[in-house]
């Protein structure tokens, strides 16, 4: 592999994202299909894969206190802004909100189980018609637009970022990518500087006091003199969580997602930001350091999927966290690969119920989980070979893990959305 391709994969995937990308998606697909027509709403209809209904179920929408695919829909609808992408949300107001909730219209969510990547349909119809866009594959990948029956837009599908590169998984190794974030040349890494940037700004949101509130319980039972100090895990569950509940309570600043989600992209970048900063190591090391992390995220959700039964916030942006900090820590491919074996052996079978407040709490265990793993590998120890979804090597794991996914967890997706649906 040469420099050029790990890079373009970098930029490809890292990219800014206002609230939970689910939400942001379904958003997106109402805003540009209402802008198809215009005029006043009559209805609004949307069709989903059942993993972006999943996510967006129990989602905050960013500057709001409303949850929700139907709340996402409306206010696309009534003031998004397509033209941003995930960030379609940026300028909705207390009015457009106020709009939304008066909103006398059917707007209906229909789950398609027949998609199983990310697919999305909004049908908007107005008194100047019916708006119709269509969002496939990725989550701001619009590859339909229609007014009536005329076609306004019709792209090619697109191919994964990778792919389109010419990327081959297959063919990349733990060895190859570690080797790349120690030679690269700092100033191909920009994008890495701004996820730390904009991660570490949403992290000082969420510190004031939102969501879960993680790291004031921490700090409280620290005050009692029952849970240990100030220490470099602790600092790392401050500074992540604080990020994560910043995003899922929707507090209207981005965060720097990659593969598409906000929360891979906190958790792949904010433990190892921390470690780097609490043992003083450079910014230029950090951020290498957060290269790797990224690059470790892309590969394992390149087998799991971008939206899976699994959790990928903590055993894709967790197993990448954990690489991360084994190469602050002066480890090699060797030790990275140990660390990724073990978020596999500690957190494997860790569900994915949709985005929500909770999902804070699942990144804390993988904070914790990073750290460990690491620091396991730092001292030489390594899950054996072939043991229970561990496989020959790092990237057997990884492709272990996709399977369990694709294959085994796959009828969990649709329990979890029938809970979600009847179980109230």
Excluded at 397 to 405: Q, V, W
Aim: glycine fraction near 12%; hydrophobic fraction near 45%; aromatic fraction near 6%.
């Amino acid at each position: 592999m040469t420099i050029f391709d790990y890079t373009v994969l970098l930029k490809s995937e890292i990219k800014p994202a206002l609230g939970v990308t689910e939400v942001g998606a379904i958003a997106l697909a109402a805003a540009r299909a209402y802008d198809a027509v215009g005029g006043s709403l009559l209805h609004i209809e949307m069709t989903m894969n059942g993993g972006m209904y999943k996510n967006a179920f129990s989602c905050a929408i960013p500057g709001t206190e409303e949850l929700g695919c139907e709340m996402a829909a409306a206010l696309g609808a009534l003031g998004g802004d397509w033209q941003l992408g995930l960030e379609v949300l940026k300028n909705i107001t207390p009015d457009h909100v106020a709009q939304a909730k008066a909103l006398s219209i059917p707007i209906e969510i229909h789950v398609d189980e027949t998609k199983e990547s990310i697919f999305i349909e909004a049908e908007v119809t107005t008194t100047k018609g019916v708006g119709l866009c269509r969002i496939e594959d990725f989550h701001a990948n619009i590859v339909y637009v229609a007014k009536d029956d005329k076609v306004l837009f019709e792209g090619e599908k697109v191919e994964a970022a990778a792919q389109g590169n010419g990327f081959d998984f297959e063919a990349v190794t733990v060895a190859d990518m570690v080797d790349y974030v120690k030679n690269v040349p700092i100033e191909e890494l920009d994008c890495i500087k701004g996820m730390i940037e904009m991660n570490c700004q949403l992290s000082a949101e969420g510190e004031k006091g939102v969501g879960l509130s993680i790291w004031k319980t921490l700090s409280a039972f620290q005050s009692k003199g029952v849970l240990g100090g100030n220490d470099m895990i602790y600092a790392a569950q401050k500074l992540t969580c604080s990020a994560m509940d910043a995003r899922l309570a929707g507090l209207p600043f981005a965060a720097m997602s990659i593969v598409g989600s906000g929360s891979h992209g906190i958790l792949c970048s904010m433990p190892v930001v921390s470690y780097g900063r609490y043992t003083g190591k450079s910014e230029e090391e950090i951020i290498r350091a957060v290269a790797l992390s990224g690059l470790i995220t892309i590969y394992s959700k390149h087998y799991t999927g971008r939206l899976s039964a699994l959790c990928g916030c903590v055993l894709g942006g967790g197993s990448g966290a954990a690489s991360g900090i084994v190469y602050l820590m002066g480890g090699g491919a060797k030790e990275v690969s140990a660390a990724m074996d073990h978020m596999a052996a500690n957190l494997t079978g860790m569900i994915c119920d949709g985005g929500s407040t909770g999902c804070a709490l699942k990144a804390s265990a993988g904070v914790y989980s990073a750290y460990l793993s690491a620091m396991l590998a730092m001292e030489g120890v390594a899950i054996p070979h072939n043991f229970g979804v561990i496989g020959s090597s790092a990237e057997q794991t990884e492709k272990n893990l996709g399977r369990i996914s694709d294959e085994g967890m796959a009828p969990m997706d649709a329990t979890i959305i029938d809970v979600m649906q009847k179980g109230k």
